[in-house]
């Protein structure tokens, strides 16, 4: 699957902690995984989950092991690459052996985290140093370390947009509609693709949060009795132009025949504008420009376009965090496998991707957000668990397809409703939902 080898597609994005928990896989020791102070004395073998089959199947995580070892000589490192991460390691997570490093699921409840994972460190210390550690955080400290993070945007090709005489970038939802209208009307591209079969590329939205009003704490406020589809609110924007840009006729004429793989093809060769996805996507849509003959130059990256103070923000969201499974043996050499794949590796930079050490400088993918000035907001995850006790609650799915599924159909007439009156309900659902919930 395209998304899960790019790296983990919607999870860079979207994932956030479940309220529901998995069951206890044996008591806590409550020993530390310290940073190691001598990687030449670190000793053990450690066996490292990973979601990266791809990598684990064409020697590349090997050959991370190889470099390592070149440090740490005495630590044996072996790989599992899982295909059903979540569901398995769910399971296995009843017992002990969930291996010695690990990323986190996306199922456990993050206030369990103490229960399965060996403290990395204190929160105000680490922070410091490495981008998202609040989204593991548990009474001040931090249970595991983000591979990487991304940003949100729109992937678009570049070549497309010129030809329709667009020189610059959007600066609001009006002026990106507008800007799909010439490409409609001056370019044989569908301006827009939804990817509304395949589903989770529609989840991409809702990273936006934040971005539009620049606020790091916007995710946080949606924990209460508040309506996230008020009239410019964060979420009421991101899908109203959603609807927009659907009931504009600038997207595929069926949505329901959408393909996630194809639609690769589709923008590296020109024959789509632009699509809402994480910046996680950027190397493959350049890898798949370059397969088609064509030039990874042509693969552009912008901003939702949105502005605060003359400027673009774009959100930055972590992809899953690596930990040190409780009862590892070996949990310091754990700890080395996991601060050197941060720090070292360079696996973040081949990636294309946001790097968790805060002293990395951005990847080479990201240099038009740079070189305009983008600022980049760090998405606070503090309530992320009342948030998703709301959402549950509601039975609305931000981080699930439906919704904008149904958002796409009024939009194209498919279903009965208007884009206000739906939104609204959404938002008296959510309220009721937080009520229910005691926030």
Same mark, same amino acid.
């Given at each position: 699957?395209?998304?899960?080898?790019?790296?983990?597609?919607?999870?860079?994005?979207?994932?956030?902690?479940?309220?529901?928990?998995?069951?206890?896989?044996?008591?806590?020791?409550g020993?530390?995984a310290?940073?190691?102070?001598?990687?030449?004395?670190?000793?053990?073998?450690?066996?490292?989950?990973?979601?990266?089959?791809?990598?684990?199947?064409d020697?590349?995580?090997?050959?991370?092991?190889?470099?390592?070892?070149?440090?740490?000589?005495?630590?044996? $490192?072996?790989?599992?690459?899982?295909?059903?991460?979540?569901?398995?390691?769910?399971?296995?997570?009843?017992?002990e052996?969930?291996?010695? $490093?690990?990323m986190?699921?996306?199922?456990?409840a993050?206030?369990?985290?103490?229960k399965f994972?060996?403290p990395?460190?204190?929160?105000?210390?680490?922070?410091?140093s490495?981008?998202?550690?609040?989204k593991t955080?548990?009474?001040?400290?931090?249970?595991?370390?983000?591979?990487?993070?991304?940003?949100?945007g729109?992937?678009?090709?570049?070549?497309?947009?010129?030809?329709?005489?667009?020189?610059?970038?959007?600066?609001?939802?009006?002026?990106?509609?507008?800007?799909?209208?010439?490409?409609?009307?001056?370019?044989?591209?569908?301006p827009?693709?939804?990817?509304?079969?395949?589903g989770?590329?529609?989840?991409?939205?809702?990273?936006?949060?934040?971005?539009?009003?620049?606020?790091g704490?916007?995710?946080?406020?949606?924990?209460?009795?508040?309506?996230?589809?008020?009239q410019?609110g964060?979420?009421?924007?991101?899908?109203?132009?959603?609807?927009?840009?659907?009931a504009?006729?600038?997207?595929?004429?069926?949505?329901?025949?959408?393909?996630?793989?194809?639609?690769?093809?589709?923008?590296?060769?020109?024959e789509?504008?632009?699509m809402?996805?994480?910046?996680?996507?950027?190397?493959?849509?350049q890898?798949?420009?370059v397969?088609?003959?064509?030039?990874?130059?042509?693969?552009?990256?912008?901003?939702?376009?949105?502005q605060?103070?003359?400027?673009?923000?774009?959100?930055?969201?972590?992809?899953?965090?690596?930990a040190?499974?409780?009862?590892?043996?070996?949990?310091?050499?754990?700890?080395?496998?996991i601060?050197?794949?941060?720090?070292?590796?360079?696996?973040?930079?081949?990636?294309?991707?946001?790097?968790?050490s805060?002293?990395?400088?951005?990847?080479?993918?990201?240099?038009?957000? $740079?070189?305009?000035?983008?600022?980049?907001?760090?998405?606070?995850?503090?309530?992320?668990?009342?948030?998703?006790?709301?959402?549950?609650?509601?039975?609305?799915?931000?981080?699930?397809?439906?919704?904008?599924?149904?958002?796409?159909?009024?939009?194209?007439?498919?279903?009965?409703?208007?884009r206000?009156?739906?939104?609204?309900?959404?938002?008296?659902?959510?309220?009721?939902?937080?009520?229910?919930?005691?926030?």
């Amino acid at each position: 699957m395209g998304k899960t080898k790019a790296l983990t597609g919607v999870l860079i994005a979207v994932t956030t902690v479940a309220v529901a928990g998995c069951g206890g896989g044996g008591a806590a020791t409550g020993d530390d995984a310290p940073a190691p102070t001598d990687p030449a004395a670190v000793v053990g073998e450690i066996t490292v989950l990973t979601q990266r089959t791809d990598l684990v199947q064409d020697g590349t995580m090997e050959e991370y092991a190889t470099e390592f070892n070149r440090i740490h000589p005495q630590v044996k $490192v072996t790989f599992e690459g899982i295909t059903d991460y979540e569901g398995e390691v769910r399971i296995r997570m009843n017992t002990e052996n969930y291996g010695d $490093v690990l990323m986190i699921p996306g199922n456990v409840a993050k206030n369990d985290y103490p229960k399965f994972f060996a403290p990395l460190g204190a929160a105000a210390e680490l922070a410091e140093s490495y981008r998202f550690t609040d989204k593991t955080e548990v009474n001040g400290k931090v249970y595991g370390m983000a591979q990487f993070g991304a940003t949100n945007g729109f992937v678009y090709n570049k070549a497309v947009w010129r030809d329709a005489g667009i020189e610059e970038w959007p600066r609001t939802p009006e002026e990106f509609l507008a800007a799909l209208q010439k490409i409609k009307d001056t370019t044989d591209a569908t301006p827009y693709y939804t990817n509304f079969k395949d589903g989770w590329p529609l989840t991409q939205w809702t990273a936006n949060v934040g971005s539009v009003t620049c606020d790091g704490k916007a995710s946080d406020k949606l924990a209460g009795a508040v309506s996230p589809w008020k009239q410019d609110g964060e979420l009421d924007v991101v899908d109203t132009l959603l609807h927009d840009i659907v009931a504009g006729g600038y997207a595929e004429k069926d949505p329901t025949s959408t393909n996630w793989e194809e639609s690769k093809n589709l923008l590296a060769k020109g024959e789509i504008g632009a699509m809402m996805l994480g910046s996680w996507s950027i190397t493959q849509m350049q890898n798949a420009a370059v397969a088609a003959g064509g030039l990874a130059a042509d693969i552009g990256y912008m901003p939702f376009p949105a502005q605060k103070g003359g400027k673009f923000c774009a959100t930055l969201v972590s992809d899953y965090q690596q930990a040190v499974n409780i009862h590892s043996e070996h949990k310091q050499a754990a700890r080395a496998w996991i601060d050197w794949f941060t720090e070292e590796s360079g696996y973040s930079e081949k990636e294309g991707t946001v790097p968790t050490s805060r002293s990395a400088p951005m990847p080479p993918v990201l240099k038009d957000f $740079v070189d305009h000035d983008v600022t980049f907001v760090e998405r606070s995850e503090a309530r992320t668990g009342e948030v998703n006790a709301v959402d549950d609650a509601a039975e609305i799915g931000l981080n699930k397809p439906d919704y904008r599924r149904e958002l796409i159909d009024i939009a194209r007439g498919a279903r009965k409703g208007s884009r206000e009156g739906y939104l609204d309900g959404l938002g008296e659902k959510w309220a009721q939902a937080a009520g229910s919930a005691g926030l």
